[in-house]
């Protein structure tokens, strides 16, 4: 079985339609859980109206737990997950058919390589930038949010490089993450970090949904390379604070699963954690030497002038 875990919040707009595209999938035996996290608008009703309509292929988790964000939502419905695979789904976008039929092509091979389905596996795919009415928009490959892919565990603890809606993690994955705390930055970056130390990810460039884009969603269709997208970044004190956010997210990790984990994710982890203690040029040699580099030259100079 693949549970995909759908999380809205006043998502009524495209509700609909992401639902449709989710129950077209060809795989076989897949069910939608969906919870809400305190809508105002119609997303519950129509929640509620599926699944009715498709009893056993939708399901509502309805509780008291208000939990203020994405990735609270997503982790709490992964505690509702029996299936041995599992994907993400936002509620604005679109699935083409064979969505979880591929990925689970891909994760099955990859869980083959790695060494059997007891180890944790993440797989992730692509997506096609699509305007409100899904037509295409033309952004640069390079020009995105996340034009190239690094999987090592050194890569992924200051920067995120797996999508959630376009991944499928196994049942040895699902099982690992375990609950959200606020140290976590998005549910998807944890689960990437979690297989990365533990198991192994792979990704894979087949196109498989629209990323839909409109006023409230335009995570994805940034051009990084511009100038002013780049002196955003630099007036942005968020920006400059974000390697504390980094950190306190390794120290969830390596409280989580530093025990377990192989011997060469345990230093790669220990290693980041030792940078704070260092004098400044000390931290900057740790970056470059121990690969805790980002994806691009421009973050990289940012990076290493504010860590």
């Keep these: 079985m693949i549970d995909i875990c759908l999380a809205t919040y006043n998502g009524e707009r495209y509700l609909a339609q992401q639902l449709d595209s989710l129950l077209a999938q060809t795989a ?5 859980l969906a919870r809400d996290d305190g809508s105002t608008d119609a997303t519950v009703a129509i929640l509620h109206e599926y ?9 509502l988790i309805e509780d008291d737990v208000h939990c203020g964000g994405p990735a609270p939502n997503f982790m709490e ?41 007891d180890v944790p596996v993440l797989a992730f795919g692509d997506y096609r930038v699509v305007d409100a009415r899904l037509q295409p928009i033309e952004v640069a490959k390079g020009h995105l949010q996340i034009d190239k892919f690094y999987v090592s565990l050194n890569r992924l603890l200051v920067q995120n490089y797996v999508t959630g809606c376009t991944m499928m993690i196994n049942r040895a994955a699902c099982r690992l993450a375990g609950a959200w705390e606020p140290a976590i930055l998005m549910h998807d970056w944890w689960l990437a970090l979690c297989c990365a130390a533990m198991g192994s990810i792979v990704h894979d460039p087949t196109v498989l949904m629209d990323y839909r884009q409109h006023g409230d969603n335009d995570v994805g269709a940034k051009d990084v390379k511009s100038w002013a997208y780049r002196l955003d970044r ?11 956010d980094y950190l306190r997210q390794a120290q969830a990790l390596y409280e989580r699963l530093g025990d377990a984990m192989p011997d060469g994710s345990r230093r790669t982890l220990e290693r980041f954690l030792e940078i704070p203690r260092l004098g400044k040029f000390a931290r900057m040699h740790r970056l470059v030497s121990g690969g805790y580099l980002k994806s691009d030259l421009v973050r990289n100079i940012g990076f290493l002038l504010w860590i």
Excluded: C
């Design 234 to 244: 630099l007036r942005d004190p968020a920006a400059r604070s974000s390697s504390r």
């Design 28 to 32: 076989s035996d897949v069910r939608v």
């Design 77 to 117: 419905i992964m505690k509702h997950s029996t299936a041995d695979y599992v994907m993400f789904s936002d509620q604005d976008d679109y699935w083409y058919p064979n969505k979880a039929e591929h990925m689970l092509r891909v994760t099955r091979r990859q869980e083959r390589h790695a060494g059997g389905s």
């Design 51 to 59: 699944a009715g309509r498709y009893p056993g292929k939708v399901t």
